[in-house]
T-cell receptor
């Protein structure tokens, strides 16, 4: 079993839909990161969480430390949100989820 | 905001040659930089953590003599792939860490290496 599990692996949505991507981890962490990787490969750090909830524009990230689970939500999704979203945890070292490939259709 | 410049963005080299990739923090000092590798259709894999002025810490399975990391200043870390072979062809990415535990990460745009 991977230490960082993401679901779903692939997700296709219609523009405007509310999207949720989940991340569960089994190791102790000091922080959890949500990353966005566009087709060209460039990576953007969306959020770093150690507790609670953060919001940036249409993106919301939550983390439940007791349940070792985090979610990334995208409200009013748009085709430009199409990317791979990666969950990463840092603690003694850094581990990555396999990524969720999101496609938002117009 | 914080910017990390990675260069070159892509490189093609012959088997047996060495390739150097640079990672620079442009507007902040990064005591810690991270190097990752990503194979096609796979997620990122942390290769090593480099701290300014000290030896890099390599992840298990990453050959330190093959992937030489130098972090000689607070704004520059380099990764040199020595005696590159086709199986080293990959997307190499760096990030610079800020804050407590270097947890605030800014990523470079990545370098795509193709070894012929």
């Amino acid at each position: 079993k991977n230490e960082v599990e993401q679901s779903p692996q692939n997700l296709t949505a219609q523009e405007g839909e509310f999207i949720t991507i989940n991340c569960s981890y089994s190791v102790g962490i000091s922080a959890l990161h949500w990353l966005q990787q566009h087709p060209g490969g460039g990576i953007v750090s969306l959020f770093m969480l150690s507790s609670g909830k953060k919001k940036h524009g249409r993106l919301i990230a939550t983390i439940n430390i007791q349940e070792k689970h985090s979610s990334l939500h995208i409200t009013a999704s748009h085709p430009r949100d199409s990317a791979v979203y990666i969950c990463a945890v840092t603690g003694n070292d850094m581990r990555f989820g396999a990524g969720t490939r999101l496609t938002v259709k117009p | 905001g914080a910017v990390v410049s990675q260069h070159p963005s892509w490189v093609i080299c012959k088997s047996g040659t060495s390739v150097k990739i640079e990672c620079r923090s442009l507007d902040f000092q990064a005591t810690t930089m991270f190097w990752y590798r990503q194979f096609p259709k796979q997620s990122l894999m942390l290769m090593a953590t480099s701290n300014e002025g000290s030896k890099a810490t390599y992840e298990q399975g990453v050959e330190k003599d093959k992937f030489l990391i130098n972090h000689a200043s607070l704004t520059l870390s380099t990764l040199t792939v020595t005696s590159a072979h086709p199986e080293d062809s990959s997307f190499y990415i760096c990030s610079a860490g800020q804050g407590a535990g270097a947890n605030v990460l800014t990523f470079g745009a990545g370098s795509r290496l193709t070894v012929l």
